[in-house]
């Protein structure tokens, strides 16, 4: 008897990948130039030339036995070293390869991260709204209940609704700044705040309360205040990391877990990383990526065309009467929809051949996901017809 739950999982509609077919679909209808697709989280900058320079190099000069093989469970050492001295450079701190777990990416280090710091269906993670849809997958999948966290107005962190939401079943509170769906930055006042409220009920309530930072958008921030790092302010810190957006290599499946060093009994979330990684056979990460982070470690992403087109539309919307949180990072608008019924509103928009996504499986329906990593012509395109639909609502 085939699992059910997996089954439903398997056939289930994803609002996302439907759009975004119906955009093939009419592309070769109306011409892809035509279809204003802003479905997709997918980077549309290419990989650096240093992560090209970096395959070649070492597919040319090394032992394929190596760059071909299984590296240890944990990852590659020269790649955990070079993440290491990386973090420790730029944010002062002693993190030595150990604290490192080398995964396929951010969705392995989340699934591996729950599985670890749960045990029971009572167990809960706090998600706050709006949030990534899988993010609910990734954590029933581990057998632990997603507890739900309404977004604020501004989409910035809803410290009441967490207040309201901490007991005796939180095991882990999980925060994805910059934020997918709405590109908002966590300022350090907020995260100082939510950390001294998590340390507090750590206390009051005598247990261990991980604060799981998702990270995969940290590189890319278009304003000169750097992302608050996390462990500055809370010790129960497990990071999450991928250069899937930051490197633009999604397709590769690379990222890592890092148990702060402060944590407490690190070692043995550690040992729990290593096992829950066995248990849902997420060892031994790409070897051929491994060593090419280790030798990109340092590379930037370009964020012009994301910053251009960011300013383009938030400006244009904005100017338009739509409301929008200001989105400091990653690719993402999160737009408030004129009657506050985004699915109505995607649909008009579809109509255009505009593709924006209701926001529903984010948690906030109320509004609409536009990711712009995407050519900068088609943003200049949209505008017009969101000004034409605005219209429509006035
Ligand atoms: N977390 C967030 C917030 C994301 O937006 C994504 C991908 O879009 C992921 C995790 C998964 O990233 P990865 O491709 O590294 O698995």
Known sequence: MLSQEMIKLGTQRSVIRELFAYGLQRA???GAENVLDFSLGN??????????EAIIDIVKNNDPMVYHGYSTSQGHAGCRKAIAGNLNKRFNKAYSPNDFFITCGAAASLCITFRAVTASSQDEIIVLAPYFPEYKVFIEGQGAKMKLVPSRSDMK???????KAVNKNTKALLINSPNNPS??????????ELSDYLMKMQEELSQTIYLISDEPYRELVFSD??????????DNTIICYSWSKSLSMPGERIGYILVNDKCQDNETVMAAVGGAARALGYVCAPTLFQLVIEKCIDVKPNLEVYKKNRDILYEGLTKMGYKVAKPDGAFYLFIEAPNGNSEEFSEKAKAHDVLVVPGAGFGTDTHLRLSYCVDTEKCEKALPVFEKLIKEYK
Not at 157 to 163: A, D, F, R, W, Y
Not at 183 to 192: A, R, T
Request: charged share 25%.
């Open 183 to 192: 590109g908002v930055v966590y300022s350090k006042e907020e995260i100082k």
């Open 225 to 234: 205040e750097p992302v608050p790092f996390i462990p500055h302010y809370y």
């Open 157 to 163: 962190l809803n410290l009441e609704g967490i207040k």
């Open 43 to 52: 980077p549309s900058v290419p990989a650096p030339k240093e992560v090209q």
């Open 28 to 30: 070769e209808v109306v």
